[in-house]
């Protein structure tokens, strides 16, 4: 279970999961700037997933 600290925030692989793409395809989007930037919380990157609602409602035609 999360506490409320880190509810927001999501792994790479949960990343990949929530946008419907592998992690091959994050970490070229991260190399790319095209997502918004991780934070790293214990030395890995998690995005906030308003951050990523956010992205997502930006693009076009609802397509990334």
């Not at 970490?27 to 308003?50: H, M």
Request: charge should be positive.
């Amino acid at each position: 279970r999360r506490d409320k600290m880190t509810s927001n925030w999501i792994s790479k692989a949960e990343t990949a999961a929530y946008l419907g793409v592998t992690t091959r395809t994050i970490d070229s989007w991260r190399k790319l700037g095209y997502l918004p930037a991780p934070r790293y919380l214990a030395g890995r990157p998690r995005w906030n997933v308003k951050e990523l609602d956010a992205w997502l409602s930006k693009q076009t035609n609802g397509k990334y």
